[in-house]
């Protein structure tokens, strides 16, 4: 035990940290799980959603401050690397892509097609994921002032952003409204609803799939150290916090959303400008290529 110990240093407990507030993220998923054939109601406790967005929210600062942590006071960095490729998997490609199948899968009651297609979405930014950290983990070191493809805790940010938005947008009054999947019939002639999704919920499957292509695309995106780009990139953050706070502590003690009603519905617009501020760092200009030997006449 103590031979282990002596590897690690202070950035390797906060990375540690990270991974447990990925797991207590799955822990919330699970206990929010009430009847996947019918999430936006009664069949998801959406208090458990929002505790499970604001677990990822905080492993993704986490992520930020233990590099920097590392640099300037842990002398031992031999176990860093690795605890930082498992602990940034749990957190923000297996969790974000559970959390993505709960919400929108409805397990049972949509056609088989769109569960089986969700399930492999979120195996492909699972699987785009870990080799977004592969990559991030073979250029470390190499000087680069930009990444290739977008971050594995950016893309979870983005996927909660838009999950948030999606979830909320029934009570904005703004967008479809809620759309029933089918009825069920009830004697002849007598239908009731037997189950609602928000109308926005099948743009979740192209944004899964794009937002995983784009962790492993050659797209060179800025590492938000200065300037406009971490301006932007502050208040995004602020934004999705903010709305998750406002969702837990306005769903109190209520179990979904459409009790709460129309108080969610400043989260919502929350949702959607943390959302867009993650679309604009993505199709803003390209920091130009880095290319050594102008490095060398600097």
Not at 21 to 46: R, W
Not at 122 to 136: E, S
Request: proline share 5%.
């Amino acid at each position: 035990m103590k031979s282990t110990f002596r590897l690690t240093g202070l950035a390797d407990y906060i990375t540690l940290g990270n991974a447990m507030f990925g797991t207590a993220s799955i822990m919330f998923l699970i206990l929010a799980v009430e009847d996947m054939s019918t999430p936006y109601g009664i069949g998801l406790k959406s208090k458990y959603i929002w505790a499970s967005m604001l677990c990822i929210f905080l492993s993704a600062i986490g992520d930020i401050i233990d590099g920097p942590i590392a640099r300037r006071y842990s002398k031992r960095k031999l176990l860093g690397g690795s605890l930082d490729i498992m602990s940034d998997c749990l957190s923000f490609c297996v969790a974000p892509a559970l959390m993505m199948f709960i919400m929108f899968g409805r397990w049972g009651e949509a056609a088989p097609l769109w569960t089986l297609s969700l399930a492999i979405a979120g195996c492909w930014v699972i699987g785009t994921g870990m080799l977004r950290l592969a990559r991030f983990q073979y250029e470390d070191g190499s000087g680069l002032p930009y990444f290739h493809g977008l971050s594995s805790p950016g893309n979870a940010l983005l996927l909660m952003s838009v999950a948030g938005f999606i979830w909320l947008q029934p009570i904005l009054n703004f967008g479809p409204p809620l759309d029933d999947l089918r009825f069920c019939v009830e004697g002849i002639g007598d239908q009731a609803d037997c189950a609602a999704t928000p109308g926005l919920d099948m743009l979740i499957l192209p944004i899964m799939f794009l937002s995983g292509g784009l962790m492993i695309g050659e797209r060179r995106l800025s590492k938000l150290k200065h300037g406009l780009d971490l301006k932007l990139s502050i208040l995004q953050m602020i934004c999705l916090l903010t709305a998750i706070l406002y969702a837990m502590i306005s769903t109190g003690v209520s179990d979904n959303q459409l009790d709460v009603g129309s108080e969610l519905a400043p989260a919502g617009w929350l949702f959607l400008a943390s959302g867009l501020f993650a679309v604009y760092y993505l199709v803003k200009p390209q920091p130009p290529a880095y290319k050594p030997e102008d490095a060398a006449e600097e």
